[in-house]
């Protein structure tokens, strides 16, 4: 079984536990960086050709224009070819309640379908939130397994669950 973990990140200032912090690598990033050391897989991080501002408001602002606008934002061109793997692990954070609107471009550049999708989830207190709704209807003819859900600022302490959601 050939896994690739794609994820979208963001470095820069995030709410943190209940104040502003600038985080030198995204919580979703470092949640991907844990599964594929575990699962064995290849990294692919989804990048913006115009990434969102390191400021968090501005960020908010951007990410809140393109999810009301519905803005698919172009990516980064890079070679991926999606048949070569059997189980894809798709990471985001939430923004405003669902996933970032670059998971539309993800799922459009790379033409993602009839796959067996596991999601990998971070938030900061609105949990999944209409995310995964959003991504069931989004990949129609994909099986969407249960999703892996963490706290960001709490991160670095889902080892051992992230070890029991991938065995099952
Ligand atoms: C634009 C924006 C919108 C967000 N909206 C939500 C939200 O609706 N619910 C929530 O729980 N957290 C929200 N957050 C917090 C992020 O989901 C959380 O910090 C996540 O771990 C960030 O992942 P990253 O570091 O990989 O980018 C938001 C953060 C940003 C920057």
Same mark, same amino acid.
């Given at each position: 079984?050939? $896994?690739?973990?794609?994820?979208?990140?963001?470095?820069?200032?995030? %709410?943190?536990?209940?104040?502003?912090?600038?985080? @030198?690598?995204?919580?979703?990033?470092?949640?991907?960086?844990?599964?594929? $050391?575990?699962?064995?897989?290849?990294? +692919?991080?989804?990048?913006?050709?115009?990434? =969102?501002?390191?400021?968090?408001?501005?960020?908010?602002? @951007?990410?809140?224009?393109?999810?009301?606008?519905?803005?698919?934002?172009?990516?980064?061109?890079?070679?991926?070819?999606?048949?070569?793997?059997? !189980?894809? =692990?798709?990471?985001?954070?939430?923004? %405003?309640?669902? +996933?970032?609107?670059?998971? +539309?471009?993800?799922?459009?550049? /790379?033409?993602?379908?009839?796959? !067996?999708? =596991?999601?990998?989830?971070?938030?900061?207190? $609105?949990?999944?939130?209409?995310?995964?709704?959003?991504?069931?209807?989004?990949? /129609?003819?994909?099986?969407?397994?249960?999703? +892996?859900?963490?706290?960001?600022?709490?991160?670095?302490? /889902?080892?051992? @669950?992230?070890?029991? %959601?991938?065995? @099952?």
């Amino acid at each position: 079984m050939k $896994s690739l973990v794609a994820y979208f990140s963001r470095a820069g200032y995030n %709410w943190v536990n209940g104040e502003k912090k600038e985080l @030198q690598k995204g919580n979703t990033q470092i949640l991907a960086e844990m599964i594929a $050391s575990i699962c064995k897989g290849d990294l +692919f991080s989804i990048e913006m050709e115009t990434p =969102y501002s390191s400021d968090y408001d501005t960020c908010c602002e @951007q990410a809140h224009l393109d999810i009301t606008k519905n803005n698919h934002p172009p990516l980064v061109d890079k070679e991926l070819d999606l048949d070569s793997y059997d !189980v894809i =692990y798709l990471g985001f954070p939430i923004y %405003w309640g669902t +996933f970032p609107m670059a998971i +539309f471009s993800f799922i459009e550049t /790379y033409k993602l379908h009839n796959k !067996v999708i =596991y999601p990998f989830i971070t938030h900061e207190g $609105s949990g999944q939130a209409s995310s995964i709704s959003m991504l069931k209807k989004a990949c /129609y003819d994909s099986e969407i397994k249960k999703p +892996f859900v963490a706290v960001g600022s709490f991160i670095s302490s /889902y080892q051992k @669950q992230l070890e029991e %959601w991938i065995k @099952q």
